[in-house]
């Protein structure tokens, strides 16, 4: 919901020495859905100049937070990265480290849920697996060259709110396509890579849950924003990043099933994600906004 009373904002430059916009938190998307779910719970909003020399390839805007604790705002760049998979996620990260002096990098959309998550849940990551890295001699056998581990402040601060504030979810308008459990916060790996995941059971990607059995859900651009993160830290830049993912579907385990029901079954999985893009969208903007503003690791620039 768009906030009606206006925040008052830190007072600092918002222009870095170097000429880019200085922001506290750059937040990437990758769907309409969730663009528009967190895009609804920012202030102020307004488009991020472009110029001939840098055009605004990913619709950033800039929207503020209000912080309960600090009694300013915090300013973020939203943007969407348009594709899936991880190259996008990549392409999205260094254009916003190219366009903003920012502390922080957070990715937060839809995923496929797994050890046991329900739809509308939410899981914020501690660790990135690439589970697309491996050896195929007598089958896949996944390889943990691609680990990365996401920040822990966030993870922290999740525990806390979903502890803490239990009704956190009383904020998503939204109603959910079946049910009405309410959403529980999750925090463990992500798996990430360019499949979408609707057999858990397959040869390609049993051998991922049997190497990780861990994991809480899967989804495509994590590991290209890991990646970029790693590349900037290389170069010098202290920037951090996490990912928060509200789980639009479940993957199922086809092959215990008859061919015919299998078949059915692929039908039923992509409607099923259709139907609960909005709301898994709208529960990980909740949670992502609500930590920000009651509980982020420090405070907004200039306090």
């Known amino acids: 919901m768009q906030r009606s009373q206006p925040a008052r904002l830190a007072k600092f430059s918002r222009r870095s020495s170097r000429g880019k916009a200085t922001v506290d938190i750059a937040i990437i998307t990758v769907l309409p859905e969730e663009h528009a779910a967190v895009h609804q719970h920012l202030e102020q909003t307004s488009p991020v100049p472009a110029t001939r020399g840098r055009p605004n390839l990913y619709a950033w805007e800039f929207g503020y937070i209000r912080s309960d604790q600090y009694q300013a705002s915090y300013r973020v760049a939203l943007g969407i990265a348009g594709r899936a998979g ?141 990646q970029a993160i790693q590349q900037a830290r290389e170069k010098g830049l202290v920037l951090n990043y996490s990912m928060v993912r509200g789980i639009s579907d479940v993957p199922r385990n086809k092959r215990s099933r008859a061919a015919s029901a299998a078949r059915e079954i692929v039908s039923t999985q992509t409607q099923e994600r259709d139907q609960w893009k909005k709301y898994a969208s709208e529960a990980a903007a909740v949670l992502t906004t609500q930590i920000i503003r009651e509980a982020w690791r420090q405070p907004p620039r200039g306090v």
Not at 106 to 121: N, P, S
Not at 163 to 176: A, E, H, N, Q, Y
Not at 197 to 208: L, Q, R
Request: glycine fraction near 12%; charged fraction near 25%.
């Open 86 to 226: 991880e190259g996008s996620g990549l392409l999205a990260v260094m254009d916003a480290i190219q366009t903003f002096t920012t502390d922080y990098v957070l990715l937060v959309g839809i995923a496929g849920g797994l050890g046991g998550l329900r739809k509308g849940d939410v899981v914020v990551s501690d660790y990135i697996y690439g589970y697309e890295y491996g050896k195929v001699d007598d089958g896949y056998h996944p390889r943990p060259d691609w680990t990365f581990s996401a920040d822990l402040g966030l993870a922290n601060a999740a525990r806390v709110l979903s502890v803490r504030k239990p009704t956190w979810s009383d904020d998503i308008d939204l109603i959910p396509p079946e049910g009405k459990a309410r959403p529980v916060v999750r925090i463990g790996p992500i798996a990430s890579g360019n499949k979408v995941i609707d057999d858990i059971s397959d040869p390609s990607f049993k051998p991922v849950l049997e190497h990780w059995p861990k994991l809480k859900a899967v989804e495509m651009e994590g590991l290209g924003v890991a």
